[in-house]
């Protein structure tokens, strides 16, 4: 698919999702492009969430969480990212009750993870 035979196609994605889609010649540059700026975007959102909970990076804040999870807990192992008992499901709980801010964080990434793939499923529809 050539971008001027669907040149308002391209435009609208532009528009509807936020891309850039000056420099996309073609169907699989346009793929590409909406995943790098997908995670562009999700890199972004968490330098805003750490910056906002005050510390440098991920594993920064997921030490905090477990350093506020009471020890003894099942809890308190499964938000210990270095422990064998880790749990991603149970650490985003536990975040999420410490800090109602990173509930919003996930779920913004999962709305720029569906534009991402509306956006790709457009194209396909083409």
């Known amino acids: ?14 528009t509807m999702y936020g891309y850039d889609v000056q420099n996309w010649n073609n169907l699989e540059q346009a793929k590409l492009n909406i995943s790098a700026q997908t995670l562009q975007k ?9 910056q906002a909970m005050g510390v440098d990076n991920g594993v920064e804040y997921a030490i905090d969480v477990n350093k506020n999870t009471l020890g003894g ?24 009750e410490q800090n109602p801010e990173y509930s919003e964080l996930l779920d913004n990434i999962d709305k720029v993870l569906a534009d991402a793939e509306n956006a790709k ?6």
Do not use: C, W
């Open 121 to 126: 499923n457009s194209l396909g529809n083409a």
């Open 42 to 50: 999700i890199a972004q959102l968490y330098k805003n969430f750490y």
């Open 73 to 96: 807990t099942p809890e308190h192992s499964a938000t210990n990212i270095f422990g064998k008992l880790y749990d991603k499901k149970k650490f985003d709980t536990v975040a999420s």
């Open 1 to 14: 698919m050539k971008k001027m035979k669907n040149r308002s196609l391209f435009d609208t994605l532009g």
